[in-house]
């Protein structure tokens, strides 16, 4: 039987290796073109980034006639080591960085098609023209693991755990932020301003914070608020009085309640979101002023 089937490899195919959006944007080209060529192929993947799908434990050499190692570093035993089990298919490596030209892993392909080595001009990487992928949401993740005052009734745990597990499984772009301001830490915002700009970037803030919630709608961006403290605090007095429906409280937190304010915070919240960065910008400091000069300027009790 002639062998026709390509096997399509890398650094995202290992277990001790890694997969970067990089590598799999340029898989994907590389599958584009496969695929319009009609070349039939499959690809592994390790097993700590889909347990799932095919790996090397599943698969057998001889099923294939070519092997294609795509985008990376070519060195180290993992990459040689692709030679010796499949020593009778045609091997190349595309997109990839060549160290050292004589590592055996590098000499073991057939056909080096680098896009950096020593004494050549480089080549733009193969993840630049990837296809295009659907953009997704990009959800600002504010928690808050302290706030002792509490004592027995904080569930903060509770909550950021149930809340990271959730949105692991959510199609969407995870920034961590802390409302935490600092000027010697770069990992942190040094002011307020660097902090709503970040947030008004966002197409949707997660929280268990008063401020998480506060600064998304002042930002004019929906928040989905999970109030940590059982019996409800402060973060659902704050959504009361922003009138600010999708807040879940600690004890009625499940799966289907927050799919339910997800979905509604990326549907209908994105206005009711504007509404409220609006309202607050017309609320004016009359009320404010009129209770400080009352408090101020009021006999001392006692």
């Not at 010796?84 to 590592?103: E, I, K, M, N, Q």
């Amino acid at each position: 039987m002639t062998l026709r089937k390509t096997l399509l490899t890398g650094w995202f195919s290992f277990r001790h290796g890694e997969v970067t959006a990089g590598d799999v944007l340029a898989l994907r080209r590389v599958q584009r073109v496969l695929d319009r060529s009609g070349t039939p192929h499959d690809t592994v993947w390790s097993p700590g980034y889909q347990p799932g799908a095919p790996g090397f434990d599943g698969v057998d050499p001889a099923a294939y006639e070519r092997l294609l190692f795509v985008c990376g570093p070519l060195h180290g035993p993992q990459v040689a080591g692709l030679h010796d089990r499949f020593p009778h298919c045609t091997r190349v490596a595309v997109g990839v960085s060549v160290l050292d030209p004589s590592d055996p892993a590098v000499r073991g392909f057939h056909h080096v098609l680098a896009r950096d080595a020593s004494g050549s001009r480089p080549r733009l990487d193969l993840a630049a023209a990837a296809p295009r992928t659907p953009v997704t949401p990009v959800a600002g993740v504010v928690l808050t693991h302290g706030q002792g005052e509490y004592g027995p009734r904080r569930r903060h745990a509770e909550v950021a755990g149930a809340l990271t597990g959730w949105l692991a499984e959510r199609d969407c772009a995870r920034v961590e932020l802390d409302t935490r301001l600092a000027t010697g830490d770069w990992r942190l915002c040094a002011t307020s301003a660097q902090f709503e700009s970040v947030v008004s970037r966002l197409d949707v803030v997660v929280t268990d914070r008063l401020h998480g919630l506060v600064l998304a709608l002042r930002a004019g961006v929906p928040a989905l608020a999970v109030d940590p403290v059982e019996g409800g605090a402060k973060v659902t007095a704050q959504a009361r009085a922003c009138r600010w429906p999708a807040v879940v409280a600690a004890e009625r937190l499940s799966t289907a309640e927050l799919d339910h304010w997800w979905h509604w915070c990326l549907t209908t919240g994105r206005t009711a979101a504007r509404q409220a960065r609006r309202a607050f910008q017309d609320s004016g400091d009359e009320g404010l002023a009129t209770a400080l000069a009352r408090a101020l300027h009021a006999p001392v009790p006692g």
